[in-house]
Every structure is written in structure tokens, then in C-alpha cells.
């Protein structure tokens, strides 16, 4: 999923749908430039759902 740029030091949130509710998920954050070319990669990051579905990180 795709969150668009808004500016630096700005808070950015995304829902991720279809997940399995008290599942552990481990994700990374990538950061991409105009042409989509990977610019950054965060380190793995664990992750849970809670009981409205939205993944907490």
C-alpha cells in the first residue's frame, strides 16, 4: 500500500485490511522516490492486531 508524501517529520498512518485478528506480523516501511525507486527500508518492525482489526506498530 501506498501512502503519499505530505512533508518531513509529519505522522503518516495506514489500515491494512484482511488481517487475522491477535496475529503477530512483522513489516518494514519503505520509503520510495518519484520513479518508485527504494530509497529506504526500515528495519522489521513487529506488529499486532487488536480487536477493531487495525494493526498497531
Do not use: F, W
Not at 2 to 19: H, S
Not at 43 to 57: D, F, H, I, N, Y
Amino acid at each position: 500500500q501506498i501512502v503519499p508524501y505530505v512533508g518531513d517529520n509529519k505522522r503518516y498512518a495506514q489500515l491494512l485490511t484482511g488481517l487475522q485478528q491477535g496475529s503477530n506480523y512483522l513489516v518494514h516501511i519503505q520509503v520510495l522516490d518519484r520513479n518508485s525507486y527504494v530509497m529506504y527500508t526500515s528495519p522489521e518492525a513487529s506488529a499486532k492486531t487488536v480487536c477493531s482489526g487495525k494493526l498497531q506498530v
